[in-house]
T-cell receptor, first 119, second 116 residues
Framework: NAGVTQTPKFRVLKTGQSMTLLCAQD?????MYWYRQDPGMGLRLIHY???????AKGEVPDGYNVSRLKKQNFLLGLESAAPSQTSVYFC??????????????????FGPGTRLTVL | AQTVTQSQPEMSVQEAETVTLSCTYD???????LFWYKQPPSRQMILVIR??????QNATENRFSVNFQKAAKSFSLKISDSQLGDTAMYFC?????????????FGGGTRVLVKP
């Protein structure tokens, strides 16, 4: 199993350009997430999805859009990139929340990250 | 809303010694999970250890152990017999048991440098 993969690994954009980051998971997980990581601020949730065809806003959703047309894929779009969106982006996935007396189902599995620079 | 605070931006430790990272959190939830994630220079996020709030016994995973103080809302990580490969950013994270979507809240991270 490849786990969680992200495409691309690096990208440089000019202000105003658009792009899409692709996340794919092969673990049949229901939930998927997009985070951004900035120095000293940990990971902040941008958007998430609790199943195919669903999306929801996280902590910092402005300037981003997402889509989950297939269960295994979660796309993050920037319609008009801004320098403030320079960051490292992480995708993650996890099983659903049917607790069975164990925390194992709560674990999130992360992709390797995408470093995005907006000039 | 939950908040997670890691008050130590950076820590250094000699190889084979012990280092303890602090984490405090603020929540009104009674049932939840706490995690420590490791992020080495490769950027990959790796789960180190988890703690279930309803369990009084502190979790351990090999050289990693936690000191979970529910009343004080404290969740520290102890790394024993530190190895060079432990050099990384460490993030504390919180998950309410009934959270819709399994959404984690992360602390700001602590950078650990293990010196030879």
């Amino acid at each position: 199993n490849a786990g969680v993969t992200q495409t691309p690994k690096f990208r440089v954009l000019k202000t105003g350009q658009s792009m899409t980051l692709l996340c794919a998971q092969d673990m049949n997980h229901e939930y998927m997430y997009w985070y951004r990581q900035d120095p000293g601020m940990g990971l902040r949730l941008i958007h998430y999805s609790v199943g195919e065809g669903t999306t929801a806003k996280g902590e910092v959703p402005d300037g981003y859009n997402v889509s989950r047309l297939k269960k295994q894929n979660f796309l993050l779009g920037l319609e008009s990139a801004a320098p403030s969106q320079t960051s490292v982006y992480f995708c993650a996935s996890s099983p659903d929340t049917r607790w069975e007396g164990s925390g194992r189902r709560s674990e999130q599995f992360f992709g390797p990250g995408t470093r995005l620079t907006v000039l | 809303a939950q908040t997670v605070t890691q008050s130590q931006p950076e820590m250094s430790v000699q190889e084979a010694e012990t280092v303890t990272l602090s984490c405090t959190y603020d929540t009104s939830e009674n049932n939840y999970y706490l995690f420590w994630y490791k992020q080495p220079p490769s950027r990959q996020m790796i789960l180190v250890i988890r703690q279930e709030a309803y369990k009084q016994q502190n979790a351990t995973e090999n050289r990693f152990s936690v000191n979970f103080q529910k009343a004080a809302k404290s969740f520290s990580l102890k790394i024993s017999d530190s190895q060079l490969g432990d050099t990384a950013m460490y993030f504390c994270a919180f998950l309410p048991r009934e959270a819709a979507g399994n959404k984690l809240t992360f602390g700001g991270g602590t950078r650990v440098l293990v010196k030879p």
